[in-house]
């Protein structure tokens, strides 16, 4: 299985800032997925970052509040911006393995916003 | 719209007896299905999944029951050891993609 990991692990933030969250998986994928879990809820496919395109949003997910790099085949970010409490969540990077046919996640992200 | 739903956020379950989980979906083109667990500060592991062609798949203490016509999968584990204690999430996918959609959880307790 591959491993992923994320950095920060978690961390608390004031509304209104920024924070960037760097996924890196020890084997190249050419698609990566991020993925939200706020309270209570299920996990929620925010975008898919291919590496050498821009990455595609899911309904809801915009852009601008989600900004996502992808500069090479085994690295992602996912930039949660001018954050709300509502942005509370926990974000996952997650690939897909075909070989599997399954869904491989990194640790998380546990964002708290004041 | 959740095409994935766990009905039961909770659920206790004494150690050594049979834990069974649910998960039902809307989706007809959903043709593949998994269980992951989660630990607390981890991300979700695969822990079984089903094809569609199928309509029970086993692997040690975990059995999977898949019910096409009712659209209903369940997570049977057997005998249910305090380690289990996690929550456990269904997914479910279409063979035309790669988007998994996950149901909101549940969290079994295994009661030493």
Known sequence: SAVISQKPSRDICQRGTSLT?????????TMMFWYR?????????????????????????????????????TFSTLTVSNMSPEDSSIYLCSLHSSSYNE???????????? | DQQVKQNSPSLSVQEGRISILNCDYTNSMFDYFLWYKKYPAEGPTFLISISSIKDKNEDGRFTVFLN?????????????????????????????????YFGTGTSLTVIP
């Open chain 1, 103 to 114: 869904q491989f996640f990194g640790p998380g992200t546990r964002l708290t916003v004041l």
């Open chain 2, 68 to 100: 096409k016509s009712a659209k209903h999968l369940s997570l049977h584990i057997v005998p249910s050891q305090p380690g289990d204690s996690a929550v456990y999430f269904c997914a479910a996918s279409a063979h035309t993609g790669n988007q998994f």
């Open chain 1, 21 to 29: 969250i760097q996924c890196q998986v020890d084997s190249q994928v």
């Open chain 1, 37 to 73: 879990q706020q309270p209570g809820q299920s996990l929620t496919l925010i975008a898919t970052a291919n590496q050498g395109s821009e990455a595609t949003y899911e309904s809801g997910f915009v852009i601008d509040k989600f900004p996502i790099s992808r500069p090479n085949l």
